[in-house]
């Protein structure tokens, strides 16, 4: 008989203590209405006006990272494929080459805005027709640094016909769009 008084006693403190623990019903409705009025702060705050501008600036910013990294890594795949004959496509060229035309298609997608659309055509149709018509009188006139120039200008071109691809596509989109 002591020995079930001492364990009644025994759980009933264990008891009192897993109910001093245990949230309440009202501690639970009120964590959920807390929990809700912070779910709806988050959604006012990503639907606000300066937020929207902070991620634009943001994918923005990216694209511009994007641009220049795409350019700098051309140039210098291009300098080092054009300066060592030796080396034949390869699955590490032609890995470089499948990212630096994935930064295209990433610049065509976040770098180029509306009002960007024309000149950015305009210099990307020019740099690919004027790469390619002056290599011929390049690999004449500098027969040293022929091979150079050129892997340069088809390491830019590898760069920059994706974003002016995607770039295109939006406009035709855009001008479907509006009719």
Known sequence: M???KKTSKVAKKATKKAIKAAPSRSKKSTIKRELLKVERKVERKLKSPE???KIQEFEYDFGKITFVFGIMLSIIVGLALG??????????IGLI??????????????NITVKEVNEFL???????VAAGLNLYVINITLPKFGAVIQQ?????????????????LKAMYEL???R
């Open 2 to 4: 002591a020995k079930t």
């Open 51 to 53: 937020t929207k501008k």
């Open 83 to 92: 300066t060592m004959s030796s080396i034949k496509m390869t699955a590490g």
């Open 97 to 110: 080459y499948s990212i630096i035309f994935v930064l295209g298609i990433i610049v065509g997608v976040l």
């Open 122 to 128: 305009i210099a990307s149709i020019t740099f690919l």
């Open 152 to 168: 340069v200008y088809f390491a830019i071109g590898v760069f920059v016909a994706p974003a002016a691809t995607i770039v295109a």
């Open 176 to 178: 479907a769009r509006n």
